[in-house]
């Protein structure tokens, strides 16, 4: 098949609303970072699990790449086709129904587009939670969450996306469809094949539907900006509200006074709950059910002996939902704060939780002598997730900052975290941005079966080329 044939055929399958306009495509063909500018020979949008199969029948035995993109919220180029020739990319954004809720079995089954948020709301519906929660859901999509099983504010109680998930319905390259939607919660039969497309990028197939595990809902949140004594004080208080709450922490999200003065500069709704500045903050907040009184007394006696343990130096506790949003909002716009200040470079780095501490002091003191720099880390620390961001000193522009002495700076960074036994990619994924450091960080064997893996499944390596091994 040549390719003009092939594309004609594609454009066919899909039909006059499934096929994306050159001048309607330049935002799908740009990461949402503007790190790259893709190119791709077509740019499609089929509505069913049927026409992506036909499609990539045909990408398939023509030699076309396919290039499977959801909310295009990622931050590593995993979503951006690099070939204007033989590059397709695959939109999900047309398939976006939810296709069934079992309140009994706990599940909702839904498309590869359902945005995510769109999915909490219909959970919510259901008197339900699903619980995956970022500061991208109200854009970026399901069938992208999954693959990149993406994290959030919310793994430390609920998992990653991974663990969200029963079973999946995925397009292979060769056009087959693997459906494996039956949403029971015990299924030994043979090998666990969804894990192979969780986070895979879509470097080994589509997942156009998922069956998605949901929880009872929590009635009662509490919240509290806490001021704490270091990151070593931060890791004890987690570890003792998850002890005394019977495991209610949802969210233990470390903020450093540096990311909160850059919400505070550039963010003019942001205030600062307390009245005296620290060094490092906790936000925590537990998610219960019963009665309201009895779930605040619980939690204050869990910061009162916290304070009493020399944890925590000072205290704000949201009063009401609006009190509860002006405290995030100092936690989950500080990416935001950044991009407003000229942008950083980003770490996204996770080493367990105990070596957090280790990991800040470290990194700050050999940091130092390599390249003037400042600093903004912030992150899950309950999961051992931090994203340690490298800001141009005042004056210096972004681009000049990366070039000179960006490598430099982001090597320490990585070399730090695999001494201290961590990962380079805690949630973000690995895309085309990190490939060279999945190459230099992941064992020989780790890297050898993951080939192995790709080219059985993929053997005329159409999926997503490029990105993460391929
Ligand atoms: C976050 O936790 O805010 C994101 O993963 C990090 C970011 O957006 O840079
Ligand atoms: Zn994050």
């Known amino acids: ?184 919660r ?43 004594a270091g990151p070593q004080a931060a890791c004890e208080l987690v570890a003792r509200a998850r002890r005394e709450t019977g495991d209610q922490v949802s969210s233990a999200e470390y903020v450093s006074r540096r990311s909160l003065d850059l919400v505070l500069e550039r963010l003019p709704e942001a205030r600062d709950p307390l009245d005296v500045a620290h060094e490092h903050y906790l936000l925590l907040e537990i998610a219960a059910t019963g009665d309201p009184s009895l779930v605040r007394s619980r939690f204050e006696t869990v910061l009162q002996a916290a ?20 405290l995030w909002l100092l936690r989950e716009r500080i990416p935001e704060a950044e991009r407003r200040d000229g942008g950083s470079i980003k770490h996204d780095i996770a080493v367990r939780i105990g070596r957090i501490p280790e990991l800040i002091e470290r990194a700050e003191a050999e940091l130092a002598p390599l390249g003037a720099h400042r600093l903004s880390f912030y992150g899950h620390i309950g999961d051992g997730n931090l994203h340690f961001n490298l800001l141009p000193p005042v004056g210096v522009a972004l681009e000049a900052f990366r070039e000179r002495t960006g490598g430099a700076l982001t090597r320490r960074v990585y070399d730090l975290t695999a001494e201290l036994g961590g990962s380079f990619s805690a949630e973000h994924g690995v895309g085309i941005l990190k490939r060279d450091e999945l190459e230099h960080y992941k064992s020989p064997e780790a890297l050898r079966l993951m080939r192995a893996v790709k080219a059985a499944l993929d053997p005329r390596g159409i999926m997503n080329p490029g990105k993460v091994v391929g």
């Open 1 to 184: 098949v040549n390719t003009s044939d092939a594309l004609a055929r594609i454009a066919a399958i899909v039909g006059p609303a499934g096929v994306i306009a050159p001048r309607d495509a330049q935002p799908l063909l740009r990461d949402q970072r503007e790190l790259f500018r893709g190119e791709a020979a077509l740019v499609v949008r089929p509505a069913s699990t049927a026409e992506c199969a036909e499609v990539l029948a045909v990408c398939h035995a023509a030699g076309l790449g396919v290039v499977p993109q959801g909310g295009n919220t990622g931050y590593c180029g995993g979503a951006t086709p690099f070939d204007a020739g033989r590059q397709v990319l695959l939109s999900l954004t047309r398939m976006h129904r939810i296709r069934e809720i079992d309140p009994l079995g706990f599940t909702m089954t839904v498309e590869a587009g359902v945005v995510l948020a769109a999915a909490q709301r219909a959970a919510e519906e259901a008197g339900l939670l699903f619980p995956l929660s970022m500061g991208s859901e109200g854009s970026c999509q399901i069938g992208g969450n999954l693959s990149t099983n993406a994290g959030g504010l919310a793994v430390l109680r609920y998992g990653t996306a991974r663990d969200l998930v029963l079973g999946i319905e995925v397009v292979l390259p060769s056009g087959g469809v693997l459906s494996e939607l039956k949403g029971l």
């Open 186 to 228: 015990k299924d030994n039969a043979g090998y666990d094949l969804r894990a192979l497309f969780l986070g895979a990028e879509g470097t080994l197939g589509v997942i156009t539907a998922a069956v998605l595990k949901l929880l009872p809902r929590p009635q009662v949140y509490e919240t509290a900006w806490l001021a704490v």
């Open 307 to 326: 304070f009493e343990a020399g944890e925590v130096r000072d205290a704000a506790i949201a009063d009401s939902g609006t009190q509860r949003a002006a």
